[in-house]
């Protein structure tokens, strides 16, 4: 086996096996720290022992094994200096192992684990990043745009509240399951839509490395809870955005919106299988979720192969759904770009200026409302709203866009 | 596993009688469910005295140790085997007192 081989084989046990592990060992030790770095160490054993020993048959079996050799290293020379409190500590589960079919896999115990609802948002990002996803501190701290100590820190201050609160290591009973899953989702969502609008001047406009951390971890959640719709939802809604990456960036690092792009460049496969989730889900008769909805518009855009095709009714029915139960001044601001192709640009302004009190700080109130004026041939008001929009954005390829856009009024 | 649960108020003010009772109905059941360890109302911030004996020599001082507008009105401890089982009851220990609530373990 040549050494690219065994580097591919590692990468690959590292994608593969990293959350199994470190969900593994927080299972067997009661310590998340604990389980952190016995698996850091046992992929840095990989790293040197993988070249001459040859690749493992089972290479998740070995990486467990010599994970969990590392643990029990580190609890005898802790144990040795008399850290007596910590058995006192350990994260613990003392309910009988239940059988929960499906969703009983330690890797979904973490995932909550990671995701609860007493920590920070940014905090739940930085530490699903890092336990279930196997990023470095170092690569999420520069995907979040901070310093690595830092966020060491804010990873290190996580690991122990966890333990000093006794969070629990486990998946939520029947009852909070619904509101905790839409925590995880949460969770992922954001990390989808940081890399998807990425921000800063010096940042890619896409960060797919992001994008795709996040349907990764997407994924795996469908796998460990398949009957849950707004999950598959969440998945759709990631791959029919995925689906049209390449097309809404121009060669020159300008924002194409969805009516310029060449559909032809969209992803065919990524919009198959997002279709194939939102018509199960439709096929369940279940009344959709926040996700599943925004799913829905999506499918609906990525099943015209013309914008002129797109059916827009649906569209603003399905905005009508969502409003419903997210009445979110960006998903009026979203719907309103929707009626502007329904019933004309006039009566999409008028809903826009509604929203005024809420959005003044957004930039896309004023990139839609810019756009609206333009076609209303309200040039000067549209340029402000330009400038405006233009001001408040933070990502590179839409500021590129605006800018044209305004130096192209009459 | 213990976790105190602090009242946080910023008005003055005693709960009103419903509130007591909705207190005292969430008490008998803390009791009930084995959650009961202590709890207790405290008189208003302005009538504290702050000690410093660390010089040998007890200072007294009037007040508070931090003028906040938010101030520690009561408090429960609580037993409860994870957080999650704490969280639930402070949740139903707000809605009794009509009041913000932390959550902090015991070490």
Redesign the interface.
């Known amino acids: 086996m040549s050494v690219i081989d065994v580097r591919e084989a590692i990468t690959q046990a590292h994608r593969e096996e990293w959350a199994r592990v470190v969900a593994a060992l927080t299972q067997r030790f009661g310590d998340l720290d604990i389980a952190e770095e016995a698996a850091a160490e046992a992929f840095a054993t990989a790293v040197e022992r993988w070249p001459a020993d040859g690749v493992p048959p089972n290479p998740g079996a070995w990486l467990t094994t010599t994970a969990s050799r590392k643990a029990i290293d580190r609890i005898r020379r802790e144990n040795k200096r008399g850290d007596k409190q910590k058995e006192a500590q350990m994260l613990y589960d003392d309910d009988p192992p239940e059988p929960l079919g499906a969703i009983d896999d330690d890797r979904l115990r973490l995932i909550f684990t990671c995701c609860h609802p007493a920590l920070a948002m940014e905090t739940r990002v930085a530490l699903t990043l890092r336990m279930v996803g196997g990023l470095t501190v170092s690569e999420i701290a520069s995907a979040f745009l901070v310093q690595e100590a830092a966020m060491g820190q804010r990873i290190t201050r996580a690991k122990a509240k966890i333990k000093a609160a006794r969070i629990p290591y486990r998946v939520p009973s029947a009852e909070d399951l619904p509101g905790r899953v839409s925590g995880v989702l949460a969770v992922l969502f954001l990390v989808y839509n940081e890399g998807y609008l990425a921000t800063g001047p010096d940042t890619d406009p896409i960060r797919h490395d992001l994008t795709a951390e996040a349907i990764r971890l997407t994924r795996l959640i469908r796998a460990l809870m398949p009957e849950d719709g707004e999950v598959a939802g969440l998945l759709a809604l990631m791959l029919l955005t995925e689906a049209r990456r390449t097309a809404r960036v121009s060669a020159s690092g300008e924002l194409v919106t969805l009516d310029e792009q060449d559909r032809g460049a969209w992803d065919a496969a990524l919009v198959a299988e997002g279709h194939r989730l939102v018509r199960e889900r439709l096929a369940t008769g279940i009344a959709p979720g926040r996700y599943q909805i925004l799913a829905a518009i999506n499918a609906v855009h990525t099943s015209a192969h013309d914008v002129r095709d797109t059916d827009w009714s649906q569209i603003v029915a399905l905005y009508d759904q969502l409003v419903r139960l997210d009445p979110s001044p960006i998903i009026a601001l979203n719907r309103a770009v929707a009626v502007a192709e329904l019933d004309g640009p006039e009566v999409a302004l008028a809903a826009v200026d509604r929203l005024e009190d809420k959005l003044s700080g957004y930039h896309a109130y004023h990139a839609t409302r810019a756009d609206l004026l333009r076609r209303l041939g309200r040039s000067h008001q549209s340029r402000a709203a330009y400038d405006k929009a233009i001001e408040l954005a933070g990502n590179t390829a839409e500021i590129a866009y605006l800018t044209r856009r305004r130096d192209q009024l009459g | 596993?213990q976790?105190l649960v602090s009242v946080i108020f910023d008005t003055d003010g005693l709960a009103t009688q419903d509130e007591m009772a909705a207190i005292d109905a969430f008490n008998e059941r803390l009791e009930a469910e084995g959650h009961w360890v202590f709890a207790g109302g405290l008189a208003s911030p302005s009538s504290a005295t702050v000690i410093d004996n660390r010089g040998g020599e007890a200072l007294f001082t009037d007040g508070p140790f931090v003028e906040t507008k938010e101030y520690l009105a009561g408090f429960w401890i609580i037993e409860a085997?994870?957080?999650?089982v704490?969280?639930v009851l402070a949740a139903e220990g707000s809605r009794a007192c009509n009041r913000k609530v932390e959550?902090?373990?015991f070490?």
């Open positions: 596993m976790y085997p994870d957080l999650d704490a969280l959550v902090r373990p070490l």
